[in-house]
C-alpha cells in the first residue's frame, strides 16, 4: 500500500483575451443577423396582399407566370375584359400545346387563339423576366399588367423591373391568402413555402443590387 500525495489542483487554460472578445463580437454580430432575417421576414409577409385583386386595372399586355392554375385564368379573364390587347403566358411546359390549354379553359380558347402567346423557355422566375422581356419589346409596350400569385409578386416584380426598368409594371397578385384563415401562413406546408420563397426574395435582391441589368436593349419607337 503506498501513501498517496495531496490533490494537486487542475489548471484551466483560459483562451486568450483577444479570442474570448472575438467569440463575443461574433456572437453578437450572429444575434444582430438572425434577428434582421426573422424582422425582415415578417415585414416580407407583410407585403402579401390579403384581398382580392385590384377590380380597376388596365395596361397593353399582361403576363401570367406559370405556376397555379389561377394565374393563367386570371390572365385569360383580364384579356377577355379588354383590360389589355395580348397576353403571355410565361413557363409554360415545352410539351403543353395551346389545344391543351384550350381544352383545360374551355370559355377562354377564342382568346388563347387570337390573342395569346405561349412562352416555352423560362424555367424560373429569372427565365420568366427574359422571356417577358423579349415579348414587351417585341410588342412595343409601355404598361403590363403582372399576374402571379401574391406571394410570388414580390420577387416577379424585382426581376422584372431589373429587366424591364422602362416598362410600367402592374400588379395583379392571385390566390393571394392561399386559404381563408387569417393566420394562413402560419400552417405548416404554407409557413415552408413562404421561408423558401422569403431566401429566394433576398437571393435575388442581393444579384439584382450586385449586377447590372442585362440584355437586349430596349427597342427605339418611332415618332409619330
Same mark, same amino acid.
Given at each position: 500500500?503506498?501513501? /498517496?500525495?495531496?490533490?494537486?489542483?487542475?489548471?484551466?487554460?483560459?483562451?486568450?483575451?483577444?479570442?474570448?472578445?472575438?467569440?463575443?463580437t461574433a456572437g453578437?454580430?450572429?444575434?444582430?443577423?438572425?434577428?434582421?432575417?426573422?424582422?425582415?421576414?415578417?415585414?416580407?409577409?407583410?407585403?402579401?396582399? /390579403?384581398?382580392?385583386?385590384p377590380s380597376r386595372v388596365a395596361g397593353d399586355g399582361i403576363v401570367a407566370l406559370t405556376g397555379?392554375?389561377?394565374?393563367?385564368?386570371?390572365?385569360?379573364?383580364?384579356?377577355?375584359?379588354?383590360r389589355a390587347r395580348?397576353?403571355?403566358?410565361?413557363?409554360?411546359n415545352p410539351d403543353t400545346s395551346?389545344?391543351?390549354?384550350?381544352?383545360?379553359?374551355?370559355?377562354?380558347?377564342?382568346w388563347l387563339q387570337c390573342c395569346t402567346d405561349l412562352g416555352r423557355r423560362a424555367l424560373n422566375t429569372a427565365g420568366n423576366a427574359v422571356e417577358t422581356r423579349q415579348?414587351?419589346?417585341?410588342?412595343?409596350?409601355?404598361?403590363?399588367?403582372?399576374?402571379?400569385s401574391g406571394w410570388h409578386m414580390q420577387r416577379s416584380l424585382l426581376e422584372l423591373q431589373?429587366?424591364?426598368?422602362?416598362?410600367?409594371?402592374?400588379?395583379?397578385?392571385?390566390?393571394?391568402?392561399?386559404?381563408?384563415?387569417d393566420v394562413w401562413w402560419s400552417q405548416p406546408g404554407n409557413f415552408r413555402l413562404l421561408v423558401a420563397e422569403y431566401i429566394k426574395y433576398l437571393a435575388a435582391l442581393i444579384e439584382v443590387?450586385?449586377?447590372?441589368?442585362t440584355g437586349d436593349a430596349p427597342s427605339q419607337k418611332q415618332k409619330s
Open positions: 500500500m503506498t501513501d /498517496q500525495g495531496p490533490d494537486v489542483p487542475r489548471r484551466h487554460h483560459r483562451p486568450p483575451p483577444v479570442l474570448t472578445r472575438l467569440l463575443r453578437v454580430f450572429a444575434v444582430l443577423v438572425g434577428g434582421l432575417l426573422v424582422g425582415g421576414f415578417f415585414l416580407f409577409l407583410s407585403t402579401i396582399p /390579403q384581398n382580392e385583386p397555379g392554375p389561377e394565374r393563367v385564368q386570371a390572365g385569360l379573364n383580364l384579356l377577355a375584359e379588354g395580348r397576353l403571355l403566358i410565361s413557363g409554360v395551346a389545344a391543351q390549354l384550350a381544352k383545360l379553359h374551355p370559355e377562354s380558347a377564342r415579348w414587351v419589346r417585341r410588342n412595343g409596350f409601355d404598361t403590363v399588367i403582372v399576374v402571379t431589373r429587366a424591364i426598368p422602362e416598362t410600367v409594371l402592374v400588379p395583379y397578385p392571385v390566390d393571394a391568402r392561399n386559404g381563408t384563415d443590387r450586385i449586377a447590372p441589368p
